[in-house]
């Protein structure tokens, strides 16, 4: 089994949290300033590390506290011999507080400080601009300037998070600076691994500033963050074990023109260690699924009726990849649905699910993309992808289930309020089939009696991890390409024998 100490803690906090957070740690000793120096010194040094050889430092500064650490990472480059300007956004004359006290540091160390008039960028350049109150879109003159940061083609950095970006959603509040380094202090923020985030931040670095972890602890959590160190874990097999300890899923789907997506689910099902896999599919898909995977049952079905006798015996039925919406896959669904068995649904039966045709089971699991994720709220996709954790615990309350909203920074939700959250992945995973595979992983898993939400934590963790590392290998991934990295990384992580 694999163990590293984490690159970052696995909370994920609001901002509202953060600021709370934030004024506790100032009533129980530490100055606010002294917080503000620890971050600054923070950032100078992922600077350094991050351009070791950079000599020069434009810093963009707003008129907050996000600005207040700008001027304090400007006189530490000015001390270490760096050429460094200032360009203030907004009068200085509005800066105050511990805000006011780090312009008077840059002041005191000789920092050239100018008023922002379109100057060009040189240099790294620091966005100071915005923090973490932002609320409604950009306005000018910060639109301009962060236009200009994108427009400057220099490297960037971002204090605590990318102007412009929501720290609740990841959203993109008009315009954001894209950073190549983000530098976030005290709490994670939501917003920096979910939504549009993954576009804007560039690599992030965490620093706590040595914050007291009682206090840290006494701080409600919004979001978990899923890592290695607090994954769901499957009961190693006992030396004993036999195909039937470990469930029996029936995957239901693929119809004419459909089936390598029920393919692709019931191969995944088989590779993370279900007992036993069958495939209801159309009859014309029987041969190319013996040829593909001989130790599955499959079965071609051509109505309902004979859909019963396969349901019976299975303890997880994953219904939907390929499913289609017509006569064939509606009379399928209809049959699935009224079946008390633990179920994961995707794709076309998600969509069944939006019109109110049908119910969904208890103890079920659903996987929407953005888009059918909108279909089931009756919304439209703006408004899921503008707030991703609202979006997946309204699904979770409104269908009583464990929902999966995939998307960068795939979010896991149950009916309780639970919210968890993967931040792996890669571009390359836009491709068809991706959500065919997971479907089939968070099937094998709760066949193997893990609950549905942890089931579904653990699946995205593992599915968002393979196609990390299939996807460095740059575009052309199919996936298929998953699956056997996927069976790693479970094998990896949660051993087979203890």
Request: aromatic content about 4%; proline content about 5%.
């Amino acid at each position: 089994m694999l163990h590293s100490k984490p690159l970052f803690p696995d909370a994920l906090y609001s901002a509202a949290q953060v600021r709370d957070l934030d004024a506790r740690l100032i009533a129980a000793g530490t100055p606010g300033f002294e917080l503000m120096q620890r971050a600054a010194h923070a950032a100078w040094r992922a600077i350094r590390r991050r351009w070791p050889d950079a000599k020069q430092l434009t810093v963009m500064a707003g008129r907050g506290n996000n600005a207040g650490d700008g001027y304090l990472i400007a006189a530490l480059a000015k001390r270490a011999g760096w050429q460094v300007t200032v360009l203030a956004v907004g009068d200085c004359a509005a800066l105050a507080g511990d805000a006011r006290s780090a312009y008077e540091e840059a002041m005191a160390a000789h920092v050239d400080i100018q008023p922002w008039q379109q100057q060009a960028l040189t240099g790294i350049v620091v966005d100071a601009l915005l923090g973490t109150g932002l609320k409604g879109d950009v306005r000018a003159p910060y639109a301009q300037a962060i236009e200009a940061i994108n427009d400057s083609g220099r490297p960037v950095v971002a204090v605590d998070l990318p102007s412009g970006l929501c720290a609740d959603t990841g959203r993109t509040l008009g315009c954001a600076v894209r950073a190549d380094l983000t530098v976030t202090f005290i709490g994670l923020k939501i917003g920096l691994f979910t939504g549009d985030a993954a576009d804007q931040v560039g690599e992030c670095v965490f620093d706590d500033l040595q914050a007291d972890p009682d206090i840290i602890r006494q701080t409600p959590v919004s979001i978990k963050r899923l890592d290695t160190f607090n994954l769901p874990r499957l009961a190693p097999r006992p030396p004993t074990a036999h195909k039937g300890m470990f469930g029996r899923v029936l995957v239901v789907g693929g119809d004419l023109g459909f089936g390598g997506a029920a393919l692709l689910a019931t191969e995944s099902t088989l590779r993370c260690g279900a007992g036993m896999v069958t495939l209801a599919t159309r009859p014309e898909h029987i041969t190319a699924a013996l040829a593909r995977f001989p130790e599955v049952m499959s079965a071609g079905v051509s109505s309902a009726n004979q859909l019963y006798a396969l349901i019976e015996p299975a303890s997880v039925l994953v219904v939907g990849p390929g499913l289609g919406q017509h006569g064939w896959g509606r009379s399928l669904l209809s049959a699935a649905a009224n079946a008390s068995r633990a179920q994961v649904w995707d794709a076309d039966a998600l969509n069944q699910l939006a019109t109110g045709a049908v119910r969904l089971p208890a103890d079920s699991v659903i996987t929407p993309h953005p888009g059918e994720a909108a279909r089931l709220l009756g919304i439209d996709t703006k408004a899921v992808q503008a707030d991703r954790p609202a979006a997946a615990r309204a699904l979770a309350k409104k269908f009583n289930t464990v929902c999966v909203l995939k998307g960068s920074g795939s979010l896991v939700a149950n009916p309780a309020g639970d919210l968890a959250l993967a931040n792996h992945g890669h571009p390359a995973m836009a491709t068809g089939g991706l959500g065919d595979v997971l479907s089939g992983v968070i099937g094998a898993l709760m066949a193997q009696k893990m609950p549905a939400y942890d089931a579904a934590c653990l699946g995205v963790w593992l599915h968002a991890l393979a196609g990390e590392k299939c996807g460095a290998s740059g575009r052309g991934l199919a996936a298929a390409d998953l699956i056997p990295v996927i069976r790693q990384l479970l094998e990896e992580h949660q051993p087979c024998l203890s």
